[in-house]
């Protein structure tokens, strides 16, 4: 079956444009998490989708958002970037259980100049 | 902060040897998975142990938990370049929310 997927693969921003990245679950898959990946900061957990509801989020400032679809797909939305925007965003699908593990896609590139 | 802190922050061994990282976390969990990436990749999933288990083994995979220590380990058997990648521990607190650790780099020399 399809894995994860996430578009686009990479991304050169501008300081102050926004950007919408996009992420594909497996199918199946209700739940949709995403992170930021940086060298400094390593893994952080930004939110969690589940059936279209937010159900869990970390501690990023307002500027990120998300949302998820009928169908699953999720979007994350990142205003007025910043330079220390620039990561590797990773969405993670699953069944949307505590004791199932993530499937991750390959990531989104962002860099912010 | 982050809630599992890996050991060591780098790993270099030789082809067949084991290799073994240490994750350190700080409050009662439900469960922990290790992951690994391979070069700034996606994150595939390894394991997963429950709080109420003490060891489980996969393929030349081999974790342990230890509640009391608030601790885990993985034990990579019998090396091969391939495995060459960083390892996260990952936990959750009940909530639908991974907090992932800082990551041991592993090497494997040919």
């Known amino acids: 079956k399809a894995g994860v997927t996430q578009t686009p693969r990479y991304l050169i921003k501008t300081r102050g444009q926004q950007v919408t990245l996009s992420c594909s679950p497996i199918?199946?898959?209700?739940?949709v998490s995403w992170y930021q990946q940086t060298p400094g900061q390593g893994l952080q957990f930004l939110f969690e989708y589940f059936s279209e509801t937010q159900r869990n989020k970390g501690n990023f400032p307002g500027r990120f958002s998300g949302r998820q679809f009928s169908n699953s797909r999720s979007e994350m939305n990142v205003s007025t970037l910043e330079l220390g925007d620039s990561a590797l965003y990773l969405c993670a699908s699953s069944l949307g259980q505590l004791d199932h593990g993530y499937t991750f896609g390959s990531g989104t590139r962002l860099t912010v100049v | 902060s982050q809630q599992g802190e890996e050991d060591p922050q780098a790993l270099s061994i030789q082809e067949g040897e084991n290799a073994t990282m240490n994750c350190s976390y700080k409050t009662s969990i439900n469960n922990l998975q290790w992951y690994r990436q391979n070069s700034g990749r996606g994150l595939v999933h390894l394991i997963l142990i429950r709080s109420n288990e003490r060891e489980k083994h996969s393929g030349r995979l081999r974790v342990t938990l230890d509640t009391s220590k608030k601790s885990s380990s993985l034990l990579i058997t019998a090396s091969r370049a391939a495995d060459t990648a960083s390892y996260f521990c990952?936990?959750?607190?009940?909530?639908?929310?991974?907090?992932f650790g800082t990551g041991t780099r592993l090497k494997v020399l040919a």
């Open positions: 199918s199946g898959h209700r739940s």
């Open positions: 990952a936990t959750t607190s009940g909530t639908y929310k991974y907090i």
